[in-house]
């Protein structure tokens, strides 16, 4: 027998006044969003912030329904997306049928399989890449991280047509520009006609970009090479009406996932070596695994899937530091959510970083505890962990993730050990990604056997 339940009738948000968020936004604004979620325990929340008052999602039955369930209603539009746009144009970083064509072309791109096929081409220029890291003086681990990442990302996307002097320019473009949108990003109602601190290092780097990328489309369209690399394949794509993507949509989907493939992957990989510092017994743990499974030989395509506890290491970091930390939706027809009415127009936050943290989901949640990702996944809320994000959005590069940064870890924990130099504790930066917002450096002591 089923009892009728009366609608109940939707609620007021809870709010966050301005007088208080404005010193949190000031001093840390990441954390005291996540203290703010957790006191609400997953309920939404309405943050009285400039003219749009976005509202922060975090409960992951929420998150479920932004992110999948009703997805179109959440589009990746709106004023946090418009440094991005600026940036990306209209791409697979975007949303609406611009977004939707290039994931249909880039997908087969990024399959487990074929992704899995690069391996042994990924783990000699890694290992190149570790080979020019310098023992015993303080190194930037995020400039180092960025630099082999880079390197990897560059040979998988454009073979040997990239010189390593462009390829350097590329990098540092898009490190300028990503760190040029604070004030974007913290201010996303302020009209583009206005200017901000960081507009004309932006736009520099973004002409940067074009003037690397541009010149290596044309080169590939003339060469029409069947190579492996990802811009052969892109010149080789065809869209649903058969036509070849035009040059504008070659450069804005390159330049997307080129910079999501660089950045993330660098600013995930750089907050393992504080985490190693503070927790000796997963270091010592994860040296003696990495001893055990690779031996005398290197890192390589048959060992990769050996070193498990390494892998837990790896989603317990990302689940305490998501590089992905915002994913900002436009709500697009209004409707009721955890008992409160979302109005078509409104803006919405969604945080892994938040999500993450929550008490309900997550027990002793600030811990680092690598074992909570050892055989129990499906135990958990499928939406309560989603550093790669959830949905028809999920990030086209898990795959290449999981290959390039165990190659990178093992291959330099089998060279080295790391001591930190900057002491703790690191807050984080909530920018384009979740960087530190301290320099991380360390020194590496060559392993003696
Ligand atoms: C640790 C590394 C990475 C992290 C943490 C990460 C995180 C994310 C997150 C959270 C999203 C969802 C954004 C949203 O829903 O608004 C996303 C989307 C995406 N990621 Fe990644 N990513 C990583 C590496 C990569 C790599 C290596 C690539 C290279 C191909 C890549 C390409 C993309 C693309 C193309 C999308 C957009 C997918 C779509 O909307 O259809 N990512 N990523």
Redesign the pocket.
Known sequence: MSVETPARPARPPRNLPLRRLLPMVVKAPLEGLTDVARAARGEIVRLDVGPFRPYLLSHPDHLQHA?RADWTSYL?KGMFWKPVERLLGDS??GDGPG?AAS?KV?QPL?TARYVASLTDDMAATIDRGLDELTPDVPIDAMEEMNRIVTRAVVSVFFGDRISPREAEVLGAAYTTANTALPFRIALPFVPDRVPLPGDRRFMEARQTIDDVIYPLIRQARKERSDGPDIISALVRARDDEGRELTELNLRDDLA??YG??TE??AV?LTWLWPILHDHPDVAARLYAEIDEVTGDGPVGADTLPRLRYLDTVLRET?RLY???WA?PRMVTRTHEIGGVTLKAGSQVLIS?YITHRLDEFWPDPLTFDPTRFEGDREKRHRYSYL???AG???????H??FIEAPLLIAGLLKRFRPELVTEAPFPVQPAGTLRSRKKIEMILRRVTT
């Open positions: 992110l990746r697979v970083i977004w994931r880039l990024f997307s996932i999501a493939a993330t992957a995930a990302m998501p590089a992905g994913m892994p550093p790669f994000g028809p959005h999920l990030c086209l590069g898990q290449l993730f």
